[in-house]
């Protein structure tokens, strides 16, 4: 028993300049992997996420004014924001088979079935019209360029103050249970033409 505990003691040390080298190598790898994706993706991969980031912002507001939590804000808008910070995988699908699809049976409810089409689908439905009727300059040329973006960034900012003057002051609308949401919502549609401008010109 006594020789035993004695290799256990032994083999402490060893062990424990294991684990110390181990964990040496893997704070390599993580500062040469931070340093590889930087370099591959650098500001695009941040603009990338942004731009991701924006767009579930856009539609967690524009599903937050469609139910309970009706706001003040003039919502339409956020179709254009959304139509410019789309991702591309996502702006492509909607824009093909998929999304032609969706606007010709959206068309048809509100045609011949108005009153089976609730208040609710008219902003998604004219944002998939939108996304399929858009002429090929706006679809891939202004959506790609600082035009698009600064679209997007005005947008943002003219919510954002819209947002602030209906919650009463810019206090009221981080102190609100509804507006905290919203606020934050909105500050996201910021980050993304902020970040995209910021990567662009420097």
Known sequence: MGRMAYLALNSDPLMEELI???IHELKIA???????ATKLGG?????SFFKWLASFAAIYLLILDRTNWRTNMLTSLLVPYIFFSLPQGIFNLLRGDVGKWIAFVAVVLRLF????F???LEI???LILLLVATPGFFAHTLRDHWAGVLICLIIGCYLLQEHI??????????TQTHGISNTIGIVLLLVFPVWAMVARFF
């Open 30 to 36: 993580a500062t040469r992997l931070i340093e590889h």
């Open 124 to 126: 998604p439905g004219s």
């Open 165 to 174: 003057r209906a919650s009463g002051g810019f206090r009221n609308s981080f």
């Open 113 to 116: 079935f108005p009153r089976h």
């Open 43 to 47: 500001k695009g991969l941040g603009t």
């Open 20 to 22: 110390n080298s181990d």
């Open 118 to 120: 609730p208040d609710w």
